[in-house]
């Protein structure tokens, strides 16, 4: 984790501007292009949603922007974060589930499958529902039940530095002509994430999807 020179990047102003709002967060939609990983996940027999969660964590971390954080009066830039994301538990409900963040695919597939499966069956249940104090993840999660259009996020507008977590979410993928697809909302802290940033976080991801050689059992990393 180093500290961020705002002023340095030409972006002080913005900062200060954006920050001084109750909530400062914006968000954009649009579809991709997943056929790639369906196809890849029928193929090896794997989770849709883990290899998804990979891709999309490979993305965000391919841009400094969606690693900044505010901590305190600093804005900060982390090197790795953590991956964190809801999941439908046994008793119909759902909890938060997370894990270390790596980039080496098959050790993030076993690592996530773990922490998926002991989330479920509330094995690694905690009495805090989330820490807030928490900031090196991103919050990640999916609505596979429809075909969403847009999202919005709840934000805990007494914590400064939880706001600065961007948030990712998904919806169910469809089929056109052999083409799968889906909207997927990607929504930042406009403090530390401008339009560009934000668009070139889902032009990655696409880029790492299209890089997907189906037959090969490993996913790209960036």
Known sequence: MQIVDMEALGRKKHFEWFNSFSDPTFSINLRIDVTKVVRHAKTHGKSFFIELLYLVTEALHSIPEMRMRIKGEDVVIFDMINPAYTILTDDGNFDNCRHQMTHDYDEF??????????????????????????????????????????????????????????????????????????????????????????????????????????????????
């Not at 509330?122 to 009495?127: A, L, M, T, V």
């Not at 259009?149 to 089929?175: D, L």
């Open 109 to 222: 597939y076993a690592r996530a499958s773990k922490a998926i499966a002991e989330t479920k069956a509330g094995i690694s249940k905690k009495d805090e529902f989330n820490d807030l104090s928490i900031i090196d993840d991103f919050y990640i999660t999916s609505v596979p039940w429809v075909d969403i259009t847009a999202v919005t996020h709840p934000q805990p507008t007494f914590s400064r530095e939880n706001m600065s977590i961007p948030r990712i979410c998904w919806g169910k993928y469809t089929e056109s002509d052999g083409v799968f697809s889906l909207t997927l909302n990607l929504a930042a802290n406009h403090a530390l994430v401008d339009g560009k940033p934000l668009s070139f976080t889902a032009v990655n991801l696409q880029t790492l999807i299209d890089r997907i050689d189906v037959e090969e059992e490993k996913l790209p990393a960036w």
